[in-house]
C-alpha cells in the first residue's frame, strides 16, 4: 500500500464520501447532500471538530483531510471548524487532563468545540454572504517537491542573517549575560539602593 497524503486522501475518501460508504450518507444525509445546503451549513460546523477529534489528525495533517471532507461534501465551515480543531484531538485533550486535570480538560474541550463551532458558522455565513465559498469541490492533494522560487531565497536569505546574529551574540558576550541572568541578585546591591 502506497504511503503518504495520497494514500491517506483515498483511505478518508472511501470513509467520508457518500458514494463510496452508503452507510454514513444514510446516517448522516444533511452533511454530503448538496440538496440540504441550509442544514449542512448548520451541522458542519457542528460535525467538523467531532471528525477532527476521532481522526486523530494533527495541524500538518489535517489540510489534506480537510480537502477530502470538502470534496465529499460537507460545508465550508465544517471545513473551517475542522482544520481549527486540532486543539481538541485526543492525544492535546490527553495532555489538557494530565496538566491540568479531568474536569478542565472537559471545560477547556467545550470552551474550544463551541468557539470552532461557532466562529466557523461565522465564516461560513460571511463568505457565504460575498459570494467567495468555491463552488467548486475538486480539490486535490499533491505531493510537494522541492523548488527554487521567491520562497527559497528568502530562506536563504534569512538563514544567513539568522548565522550572522547568532555570531554577533558569540562575540559581544551573549553567553556571558545569560549566566550572569542565571544568577541570584546581589543582596548588598539590593539592599543599597533599597534605602
Sequence with gaps: ??????????????????????????????????????QRTLWGPIVGPLVAVISFVCSVGNIPLAAVLWNGGISFGGVVAFIFADLIVIPILNIYRKYYGLKMAGFLFATFYVSMAVAALVIDLIFGGFALIPSERSARVVEASITWNYATWLDLGFLVLAAFLVWRFLKTGGPAMLRMMNRPADRGYAHHHAH
Design 1 to 38: 500500500m502506497p504511503a503518504g497524503p495520497q494514500a491517506l486522501s483515498r483511505g478518508f475518501r472511501g470513509v467520508i464520501k457518500p458514494a463510496a460508504a452508503p452507510q454514513l450518507h444514510v446516517a448522516l444525509p444533511i452533511l454530503f447532500d448538496r440538496r440540504h445546503s441550509t
